[in-house]
């Protein structure tokens, strides 16, 4: 497996990648932030569909650290929460409860999905952040490859959860979310700790592999030229 200090993306390269993941990044919140509307109930327990959509933002990150640095991968936050606020407000109250519900929707202010998308937006400066400082500390300190992405999924999970549930749910006029944020909050961390874990820390480690391996390879010589 790749180890934790080889290269890292050529500078010319950065400017398209940072586009690239600000992008990823305002797509993943966005459809996080609709299908955390969507309660799902796994084993007796009640969780939403977006536990099992905002991990990929944490692969996102922790690669963009590893291959580009830490201070490209904060501009990629700074770039990506604005719009990523106002989008998301947008496409929630289009899309509220599931459905379509017309343009005409986007005339009248709807407080609870606002408050979906500020909470949304708290938990994803807050949990990004901390997920940068702490993978690229450790990165740093250990050779072990999945060390890092697996303590930073750890670490900024927890806080993203906490932020976004209690800024989100608490005193909620959703009776059902109002009254169960707290339960579903814990098992939303479980199962994005556990996809994360089990599925996005091994994907870190084979695309950063393939990343790599691509970045090796020397360059092709032209064919048919003149000698």
């Known amino acids: 497996m790749t180890s934790a200090h080889a290269v890292q993306t050529p500078s010319s390269r950065v400017p398209f990648y940072l586009s690239v ?44 650290v590893r291959l580009i640095g830490k201070v490209e991968a904060r501009r990629v936050i700074t770039r990506a929460m604005l719009p990523a606020l106002l989008v998301s407000y947008v496409v929630g109250v289009l899309f509220h409860e599931g459905s379509f519900n017309g343009w005409e929707a986007l005339l009248s202010f709807n407080s609870f999905v606002f408050r979906i998308a500020l909470a949304s937006f708290a938990a994803y400066v807050l949990g990004q952040l901390l997920d940068i400082q702490v993978f690229d500390r450790i990165r740093q300190q ?26 989100a749910f608490w005193h909620s006029s959703d009776a059902f979310m109002a009254a169960n944020w707290v339960e579903i909050a814990m098992v939303d961390y479980v ?23 691509g970045m090796r390879l020397p360059a092709v010589p032209a064919t048919g030229a003149a000698s």
């Open 21 to 64: 993941l600000v992008a990823f990044h305002i797509a993943i919140v966005i459809a996080s932030n609709y299908l955390v509307q969507l309660p799902i109930n796994l084993l007796g327990f009640h969780s939403t569909w977006g536990a099992f959509s905002f991990p990929f933002i944490f692969l996102a990150t922790d690669l963009t």
């Open 142 to 167: 250990s050779h072990v490859w999945w060390l890092a992405p697996a303590a930073a999924s750890v670490f900024g999970q927890v806080l993203d959860t906490a932020a976004f549930f209690s800024i």
């Open 191 to 213: 199962i994005k700790l556990a996809v994360s874990l089990l599925l996005f820390v091994p994907a870190y480690g084979v695309v950063l592999a393939t990343i790599v391996r």
